[in-house]
């Protein structure tokens, strides 16, 4: 379909919607099996994003209004303040029974976040507004250290439970993206699966799946500054510019609100949490 419809527009670039736009594989490949040189997919392609494709109809459509807004990002969800957030880990368990609770300084914070992810520790990550879409894309995400091969397995049987076969997602800086796979196209929503580079994929095990691709997004500072700083400063420290990502949640929908990411990080064994600049770690 996508080869009929670039013969017959002779366009270089496709948009994607609907709930077939969330097969990351044939995404993927539409690079290599089409013309297409840009492809755009909805964070939210499936029934949810209708709510934008209705409302921008009236806009441009009814209204005549120009055309403006480019969606460059998925964060469109609730936020919670500081304030919010101490409120709810006051009032959580984790004020009591032996946990270590500090609030940080940015430099600081990214500084042992990253320690602990390469230590191979497993890290809840909450900031921000929640993303819109199925997928977790750095605001709402368990983040662990993707060069242990280990890890699947260990964030299954500790904390997600569910099949072994279903792949975990890398996050990498956007302009390292052509160093580690074997496409730079960017893929902001983990809409797209492209090869490891043969040659990498002993470095990252992890987040590669067995038939050596990944369902990368790839993080650029103006989308989402501060989830870029924890995958540069893990970089810093380790030489690898990828984290491994998965949602925050454990067989529920992803964590919304600090009191849901409190308990779904007691009712686990997650090892640290950071609830904006708070860490929380276990006894």
């Known amino acids: 379909m996508l080869q009929k419809l670039a013969a017959k527009t002779n366009a270089k670039a496709v948009c994607l919607a609907g709930g077939v736009a969330f097969n990351c594989v044939a995404n993927g490949k539409i690079f290599e099996a089409t013309p297409f040189e840009q492809v755009y997919v909805h964070p939210a392609a499936g029934d949810a994003g209708l709510a934008v494709g209705a409302a921008y109809y009236i806009w441009h459509q009814i209204l005549g209004k120009p055309r403006s807004f480019a969606m460059n990002h998925a964060y469109w969800g609730p936020a919670y303040s500081p304030e919010e957030i101490r409120s709810a880990t006051q009032a959580s368990t984790v004020s009591r029974g032996g946990y270590t609770i500090a609030e940080l300084a940015e430099e600081e914070l990214l500084r042992r976040t990253a320690a602990i992810i390469a230590d191979g520790k497993i890290l809840g990550w909450y900031q921000g507004r ?3 879409g199925p997928r977790a894309l750095g605001n709402r995400s368990i983040v662990a250290d993707p060069r242990r091969p280990e890890m699947k ?3 299954n049987r500790r904390i997600k439970h569910r ?3 279903r792949p975990f997602a890398p996050s990498i800086l956007a302009e390292k993206t052509g160093e580690w796979f074997d496409k730079s196209h960017p893929s902001p929503f983990m809409s ?3 090869s490891v580079l043969p040659e990498k994929r002993d470095k990252i095990p992890a987040p590669t799946h067995v038939d050596g691709t990944g369902r ?3 993080v650029t500072r103006e989308a989402n500054p501060r989830y870029y700083a924890l995958i540069s400063e893990f970089e810093r420290q380790t030489g690898v510019p990828v984290v491994l990502n998965t949602s925050f949640n454990d067989n529920e929908p992803i964590v919304c609100r600090p009191e849901e990411a409190l308990d779904c990080f007691l009712r ?5 949490l950071v609830l904006g600049n708070m860490l929380i770690t276990r006894p």
């Not at 686990?268 to 640290?272: G, S, Y």
């Open 130 to 132: 929640a993303e819109w």
């Open 153 to 155: 397995e260990i964030l």
């Open 163 to 165: 099949e072994i076969f």
């Open 192 to 194: 797209l699966a492209y």
């Open 216 to 218: 990368l997004q790839t």
């Open 268 to 272: 686990t064994q997650m090892d640290a």
